[in-house]
């Protein structure tokens, strides 16, 4: 008798002390957890105008003639004058590229009075790629000039001057800086609204650059912006 009385008391101090030791980790396992689920997620924003540093303009220009070797011959006039055009605003010759002349013979499928007056049309696109944009604007008012000179120009939407912004490299380390730092500062204003703290960071996502136009007004400055998210901790 004596005997089962030490082993329920023995049997009655396991279970107490497990119960203890038990409900401490649970305890400690609720706190982690509770921890764990605290946090706020943000996003931080940066933007830059920059201007453009690259800009193509394009010289769209057709001819047409009776035969091919006089459509050749136009064509080729055309090209030199709007070469000679560039060169004498100060714009390098290594930065200009032509297309192929594309040719079409007009009295294909057509008879009789359908037929235009002469038989061939060509066209062709000289392409300015240069980093003096401020150059290229100041040229741009003077080219009417090469219509008076007998080129017949093109312009339309696919030719349609553009202006790049090809120095993201070299800011993205600030952007995405500044982006982390406008994510904290929100953070920290939910942190004081909710009376805890910013803790570590638990997970960041960068988001994607864009460049867009500043407005459809200043296409030759850009607006450069990247958006990050963070996930912070919160603590007490």
């Given at each position: ?6 082993s ?7 279970l ?19 921890q ?15 201007p453009?540093?690259?800009v ?7 001819a ?6 006089e ?31 594309r040719?079409t ?7 009789g009075?359908q037929?235009?007056?002469?038989r ?6 000289l392409?300015l790629?240069?980093?003096d944009?401020?150059?290229v604007k ?15 120009l093109?312009?339309?939407?696919e ?10 490299d070299?800011i993205?380390?600030?952007?995405i800086?500044?982006?982390t730092a406008?994510a904290r500062?929100?953070?920290?204003q939910?942190?004081e609204?909710?009376?805890?703290r ?13 460049i867009?136009d500043?407005?459809?007004y ?16 919160l603590e007490?």
């Amino acid at each position: 008798m004596a005997g089962n009385l030490r082993s329920a008391a023995v049997l009655g101090v396991l279970l107490a002390v497990g119960l203890i030791v038990g409900g401490s980790f649970i305890r400690q396992a609720a706190e982690v957890w509770q921890q764990s689920s605290r946090s706020v997620t943000v996003r931080g924003l940066a933007e830059r105008e920059m201007p453009a540093d690259l800009v193509l303009w394009p010289f769209n220009y057709s001819a047409s003639a009776d035969t091919l070797g006089e459509l050749e011959r136009i064509l080729s006039r055309d090209e030199q004058t709007i070469r000679d055009f560039l060169v004498q605003r100060g714009f390098d010759t290594e930065h200009v590229s032509v297309t192929p002349p594309r040719i079409t013979d007009q009295f294909s499928n057509l008879y009789g009075g359908q037929r235009p007056d002469e038989r061939y049309r060509g066209e062709a696109t000289l392409l300015l790629r240069s980093p003096d944009v401020a150059g290229v604007k100041a040229a741009m008012p003077e080219v009417t000039s090469l219509v008076r000179e007998g080129v017949l120009l093109s312009p339309n939407y696919e030719y349609r001057t553009e202006y790049l912004f090809t120095g993201l490299d070299a800011i993205k380390p600030e952007m995405i800086a500044a982006a982390t730092a406008d994510a904290r500062r929100a953070a920290q204003q939910f942190a004081e609204d909710s009376g805890s703290r910013v803790g570590q960071i638990r997970q960041a996502t960068q988001g994607y650059f864009s460049i867009e136009d500043l407005d459809s007004y200043t296409p030759d400055v850009k607006r450069v912006r990247v958006v990050t998210t963070v996930d912070y901790a919160l603590e007490d």
